[in-house]
């Protein structure tokens, strides 16, 4: 029975999974391939919502969960979630633009967005990633 406090693994397994679709999405849409690239970015659109679910209910019932190591760690952890946070809320809108525009065919504003788009979205999936290992998984990193 999964509880509460196992769902930042799950938070990570998203995050790496919303990448791996962000990824395959691109290459759809870079080899012409119009209907994989939709099925591939929808799949990373929910596994992403999926994510920020579950991520909601965790802090919901744990709060803040502070990073507790006093090392040189603890000046690269902020470096990387300060972004980490401040895209993750900016961008969010701009996906739900960037699908808005995409389904009504209105592909030249969809690509200018997505150009700046995409690569945030792959950062706050990665950053997700590394800041997951580096707040629960540390002991096993270093």
Do not use: C
């Amino acid at each position: 029975m999964m509880n509460v406090i196992d769902l930042p693994v799950v938070n990570a397994m998203l995050n790496g999974i919303s990448m791996i679709f962000l990824i395959l999405g691109y290459r759809a849409i870079r080899s012409g391939r119009q209907t994989v690239h939709k099925r591939w970015m929808i799949s990373a659109l929910t596994t992403s919502g999926l994510f920020l679910i579950s991520y909601v209910i965790y802090h919901y019932h744990v709060g803040s969960v502070p990073y507790m190591y006093q090392d040189w760690t603890r000046t690269v952890y902020f470096i990387i979630l300060v972004p980490h946070i401040i895209f993750a809320g900016i961008m969010t809108p701009f996906i739900l633009i960037a699908v808005w525009l995409a389904l009504r065919e209105k592909f030249e504003k969809h690509v200018r967005l997505v150009r700046w788009v995409w690569p945030v979205w792959m950062y706050v999936s990665l950053s997700g990633i590394i800041i997951y290992l580096m707040l629960y998984q540390r002991g096993n990193l270093f």
